[in-house]
Nanobody
Framework: QVQLRESGGGLVQAGGSLRLSCAASGGTFSRYNMGWFRQAPGKEREFVAAISRSAGSTSYGDPVKGRFTISRDNAKMTVYLQMNNLKFEDTARYYC??????????????????WGQGTQVTVSS
């Protein structure tokens, strides 16, 4: 069973950038579509981005399109989320997720079976 660990969160000023990483272990990483989700206090978990097994397909939530980029390195068993032009409303805990049941990327959290513990991103205005 794959285990996921996120890193790279922190405090950044609005307009700044961060790169999140999610390192996988204990499974065959290339078998999984990977996703990033986020959850702010008092709000539901929100889809951020997803990438297919071979990185041939990506998908983004509307609030982050044009600002965030998801990528993966299967040899390093890691998925990344490059976040540029950060806004106050991007403040949330960001979670990495892995899903192996579907043949396409999905924005639904129910498509993902394995989750990391999350990393906090705080954007100051």
């Amino acid at each position: 069973q794959v285990q996921l660990r996120e890193s790279g969160g922190g405090l950044v000023q609005a307009g700044g950038s961060l790169r999140l990483s999610c390192a996988a272990s204990g499974g065959t990483f290339s078998r999984y579509n990977m996703g990033w989700f986020r959850q702010a206090p008092g709000k539901e978990r929100e889809f951020v981005a997803a990438i297919s097994r071979s990185a041939g397909s990506t998908s983004y939530g509307d609030p982050v399109k044009g600002r965030f980029t998801i990528s993966r390195d299967n040899a390093k068993m890691t998925v990344y989320l490059q976040m540029n032009n950060l806004k106050f409303e991007d403040t949330a805990r960001y979670y990495c997720a892995a899903g192996g049941r579907l043949g396409f990327v999905s924005p639904s959290e129910y498509a993902y079976d394995h989750w990391g513990q999350g990393t906090q991103v705080t954007v100051s205005s």
